[in-house]
């Protein structure tokens, strides 16, 4: 079992351009959540996709957008980027109830 | 974002000394988890807690779901080198969204 990947493990943008990240879940769980969680805190909830449609969403802009496929796995992507977007995201996949964590993408926005 | 109030934010504790940490809602949660984060790594699932006054072991690792469905702690018994990092405590709130807390670092003096 894979569990949770992500994909780029690290990146670098600069400020205005745009970002896709990368999510496959565990095997088995069909729910993804993404959470961004910025240095010396706990992870903040983005939004959570479920059959192909996002299902909650946290305090987050519309700049933050994702998609999730027939096969489970998902996207995040994040538009016009901010210096302040810097930060490591993380993907968790749940089935019923326990979450399982990827080890996340730090993005570096300069 | 909304987040749990967990303590202590930090622990300075002498290798073989015992643990204990917790975390406070102030609404009713419906399951709780543990994790611990290592620095550039996603984290990673301790205890999982379904049932208000469970007691969970998982080695030296025990979790306890409160009475009142508003707390938990975490107690590590006979700490090691390896259990350095940041543990996190989480929840499910009525609407299933995962709720975190902002972390206890543990540091062992050498």
């Known amino acids: 079992d894979a569990g949770v990947t992500q994909s780029p493990t690290h990146l670098i943008k600069t400020r205005g351009q745009q970002v896709t990240l990368r999510c496959s879940p565990k095997s088995g769980h069909d729910t993804v959540s993404w959470y961004q969680q910025a240095l010396g805190q706990g992870p903040q909830f983005i939004f959570q996709y479920y059959e192909e449609e996002e299902r909650q969403r946290g305090n987050f802009p519309d700049r933050f957008s994702g998609h999730q496929f027939p096969n489970y796995s998902s996207e995040l992507n994040v538009n016009a980027l901010l210096l302040g977007d810097s930060a490591l995201y993380l993907c968790?996949?749940?089935?019923?109830?326990?979450?399982?964590f990827g080890q996340g993408t730090r993005l570096t926005v300069v | 974002g909304q987040q749990l109030n967990q303590s202590p934010q930090s622990m300075f504790i002498q290798e073989g000394e015992d643990v204990s940490m917790n975390c406070t809602s102030s609404?009713?949660?419906?399951?709780w988890l543990w994790y611990k984060q290592d620095p550039g790594e996603g984290p990673v699932l301790l205890i999982a807690?379904?049932?208000a006054g469970e007691l969970t072991s998982n080695g030296r690792l025990t979790a306890q779901f409160g009475i009142t469905r508003k707390d938990s702690f975490l107690n590590i018994s006979a700490s090691i080198p390896s259990d350095v990092g940041i543990y996190f405590c989480a929840g499910y709130d009525s609407n299933y969204q995962l709720i975190w807390g902002a972390g206890t670092k543990l540091i062992i003096k050498p």
């Open positions: 609404s009713i949660f419906n399951t």
């Open positions: 807690l379904y049932k």
């Open positions: 968790a996949s749940s089935g019923h109830t326990e979450a399982f």
